[in-house]
Every structure is written in C-alpha cells, then in structure tokens.
C-alpha cells in the first residue's frame, strides 16, 4: 500500500490570497464569511509567535514554592503535566481545512495551519480526531487508527472541501525550551496546573520538597481540573449548554465495512 494522501490545507501563509473556497471570503486566508470578514488577509507564515509569559509564570511559581527544585526537573515535570491534562481533557482543538480527493481513504493531517480554526499556534502533537465536516455541515465517517493518519470509512466520488477537527496534545520541547501550549489553557486553568506541578513534585521521594501529604492533595486538584476541561470541551465552552453530542447526520447505521483499503492511496 503506498503512503498516505497529504492534507490540502489550501495556500500556506497567503497574504490577500484566496482561502478554501467554501469559506466564502474575498481575498482572505481565514475568516469564513459569517464572522462578517469580507477583504480581510490571512497571517504570513512564520509571523504568527506564541507568547513565553504564561508558560514562565508557571515555572517561576514552581521555583518560589518549592525550595530546592531544580531548573531541569521543573521542565521536566510541566512537560508531564501539560501531556496528561490534554491527553485525559481532549481540550486543545484545532479544525484543519482541506480537500478529500475522490478515491482516497488515508490523509496524513498537519497541524498549525494558517486557515486553521481553533489553537493553531503552537502546532502542537495530534493525538485525535473529533470529527470531519463538510461545507454543507455533513459528516464524513472517519477515524484516526495512527495519529496523525485519517482514514475515511467510505472513498469519496468527488473531490470535497471539508474541516477535520482534531485532537491535541502538547510536543516534546527541544533545546530545554519550556513546553509550548496556548496561552488561554494556561489563563483559565492556572490553579489546577499549578497544583499539577507541585503536586507531581512534591511527591517524589527524598527531596527537599519532597511533601506526600500536600502532593496528593495537590495532585487531586489537578484531576479535578483536568475532568473540568473535559466537560467543557464536549461543552464547546458553551455555558449552560448541553453536552456535546455526536451530530446525527454524522453517525453511520453500521460499523461494517471498516478495514484496511488497498488500491490508489498516494501522496503528493
């Protein structure tokens, strides 16, 4: 079987170049037209940065609370804290456009697309898939059998323009940079975090923080915080809103016929 199709995600850091066509905007790269965008361009690739302040907050909180840790071991543990509570909340989204080519099932998904909409930036790691829309809000059955590779159910006849909304997690940082994550989890979630950290430290053995009492209560509230986030992603952040359901036109009266598809899967 030959490799996976690569996801069109339609022109890399366009300015003033035309998006994916069923976003319906003028001359922009994002922006579909119910956001009322008409003329609007998209970012230039690579101009698009995240911001240090959340994430040096937390480690700088980790160093004053919790005398004798070292630089290293604090990376270590946001990276481990950061993994869990997006792996377990499912909360960091990202609805990558592209194409669906006719006879195709396998798309290898890329994420930090400048179309992209949800948490683009940073790029983060897929680890799932929520769903995948046409423009016409139906569904395409898909699942994600090997992140990042999507696998539709049924090949496609024609070529559509859809939205994959996938799932995801934070990346191994390189160079001993802190780990990259959106700013707004950080803003909305800071005290269960936190607590994460210290918790995740405080609980090692032997060390001069070292705290079993305080690390389990501190770990506790993390969980706590990780199953908040959880509720408001299949909430979508709606409040007093219902529980996110499966859309019915995207559910399939049958699961048979799922399997690994031989034939015409390429890539370009």
């Known amino acids: 079987m030959d490799e996976p199709r690569y996801w069109q995600p339609g022109p ?15 001359g922009a790269a994002t922006g579909p037209a119910f956001f009322g965008v008409t003329g609007a361009t998209g970012p230039t690739a690579g101009t698009v940065q995240s911001q240090k302040t959340h994430r040096q907050y937390l480690y700088d909180r980790a160093r004053v609370e919790l005398a004798g840790v070292s ?33 195709v099932k396998y798309y290898y998904l890329v994420p ?36 990042p590779v999507m696998r539709l159910q049924f090949a496609q006849s024609n070529e559509v323009s859809v ?17 990259d994550v959106p700013y707004w989890v950080v803003n909305t979630y800071e005290p269960y975090i936190l607590a994460g950290i210290k918790g995740m430290l405080q609980l090692q053995t032997d060390k001069p923080y070292s705290d079993q009492k305080m690390g389990q209560l501190n770990y506790q509230r993390f969980r706590q915080g990780v ?34 598809a031989i034939g015409n899967n390429r890539m370009f």
């Not at 799932?167 to 940079?177: A, D, L, M, T």
């Open 12 to 26: 890399s850091g366009a300015t003033g170049g035309p998006g994916v066509e069923f976003l319906g905007v003028t």
């Open 71 to 103: 630089d290293g071991m604090i990376r270590l543990v946001m990276f481990d804290v950061f993994h869990e509570f997006f792996n377990d909340s499912s909360l960091w989204l990202e609805a990558i456009p592209g194409q669906v080519m006719p006879g």
């Open 112 to 147: 930090g697309q400048p179309q992209s909409m949800g948490d683009n930036v940073p790029e983060g790691r897929i680890i799932g898939l929520a769903g995948i829309v046409q423009a016409n809000h139906f569904g395409i059955s898909a699942d994600m059998p090997e992140p």
């Open 163 to 179: 939205w994959a909304t996938v799932i995801k997690s934070v990346k191994i940082p390189h160079n001993n940079e802190l780990p």
């Open 227 to 260: 199953n908040i986030g959880r509720v408001r992603a299949m909430c979508r952040n709606s409040w007093g809103g219902q529980a996110w359901a499966y859309p019915q036109q995207f559910r399939t009266a049958s699961q048979r016929g799922w399997g690994v």
